[in-house]
């Protein structure tokens, strides 16, 4: 396969796809009209990216594309509905980077906590303000508040535990771990919580999750913290919220609209408050995380390059609508057999979703298993062709 990769990439993955005599195109500076230009220019069978973004004009640009995949969790970078539209697998690596995340996360938490940022800022320029800093409240006993309980999340859980930290979250199908409560409302989290970190994914449900309602719920002089996606917070709403309450605070490791070259000059309201710590989207960037998602995206190119599909736990796109009915057919292996059955069982009303052909060995006769909807007696319809052996529906 030809593969071309659009963002910092393992070298091990790399010489393991060259080895395995896949064509690497590597251009970790990749963006915007650039990409385009490349998958016109290289017609790449795979894209594999990191925060690059996948617009519709770089999709369409290749009509051989093949796979999208993001060398990471988060896939909300990628045009995923119009990847689905032009056949174009997308997959991604779970919980790969979950450590990496949560590792920033708490980092996020105690350099509020203990004002690093201030305390690096006034030494580099030759001044010392111990008094300034004898209030800092630390974190062993105060409670820290999940929105989202995933592998990140979890993981945040088991390193504030080790704080000594009350851990309480919530999630919208409850999950369990020793130490931690779990509760069934996001009220009842901000209620409770000292520190509240946010991990959930970008979707409908998700979008502006933090807004004036729900910053009035927290703690006045709380601390918000988000390395999951920008488009969870109303920043307006924040914004107006840090300046009505003095003793909020912010960690964020994404904002909106960030750019998407790798190095540039930018400006963000939220990036320039005195009372917001912000990284540059570097939750998943540290080389353990890097070597781990490498071996990911390798292991997803080698299954791609083998059978020509995609991990169902790594395929983002696919549709995953649960078929009302599953038709079995077992029919003689002929030339034509596959065709004259779905033909005839779209003709009797049926919509066909997903479908598999299961070899029996020998080569004679064929399974095909169809899911979809439509009327029961098509396989009467069935029975009565000549090389249909029985079919059933359930």
Known sequence: M??????????????????????IIYDKNLSGAKLTEALAAHKPDVLIVRSTKVTADDIDANAGLALIIRAGAGYDTIDVAHASSR????????????????????????SIDRRLGENYKLQKEGKWAKGLFANCL??????????GFGNIAQRVAKRALAFEMKVVAYNRSPKTM????????????????????LHVPATKDTKNLVNKEFLGKMKPDGVLINTARGTNVVEEDLLAHLEANPNFWFGTDVLNGEPSAKECDWEHPLGMHPRVYGTH???????????????????????????????????????????KHTLVVKAKRTPAVYGEVFGLVAAHGWTIGESEALMCEGGVAVILKIHGEGPADVTEKLAAHESVLSASVS
């Open 2 to 23: 030809k593969i071309l990769i659009a963002d910092l990439f393992s070298p091990a993955g790399i010489n393991t796809l060259e080895e395995e005599k896949h064509e």
């Open 178 to 197: 020793e130490g931690v409560e779990v509760v069934s409302t996001i009220d009842e989290v901000l209620a409770q919580a000292d520190i509240v970190s």
């Open 138 to 147: 630390g974190l062993k006993g105060r409670t820290l508040g999940l929105i």
């Open 87 to 110: 056949g174009v697998y997308v997959a991604n690596c779970p919980g790969k980077n979950a450590t990496a995340v949560a590792e920033l996360a708490m980092g996020l938490i105690i």
């Open 281 to 323: 989207h570097i939750g998943a960037s540290t080389k353990q995380s890097e070597d781990e998602i490498g071996e990911e995206t390798v292991r997803i190119c080698q299954v791609f390059a083998a059978t020509g599909s995609v991990d169902d736990t790594n395929w983002v796109n696919r549709d995953r609508t649960k078929a």
